[in-house]
């Protein structure tokens, strides 16, 4: 994850194909609220449930 913060101006994340987040990693922390960008991807694509 740090190499995507480091070189990506914007990302998107999918879930099950379909994209459910496309801009920043700091909008992604932000809408997520999530502190770090790992959770806020493992919050945004689902997949936080299936490692509860």
């Known amino acids: 994850m740090d190499e995507v913060e480091a070189l990506c101006d914007e990302i998107c994340i999918l879930r099950e194909g379909e994209a459910v987040f ?3 990693v700091e909008l992604a922390m932000k809408r997520s609220g ?3 960008f790992e959770d806020a991807y493992l919050a945004l694509s689902g997949e ?5």
């Open 22 to 24: 496309c801009g920043t």
């Open 34 to 36: 999530c502190a770090s």
């Open 48 to 52: 936080e449930a299936h490692w509860e």
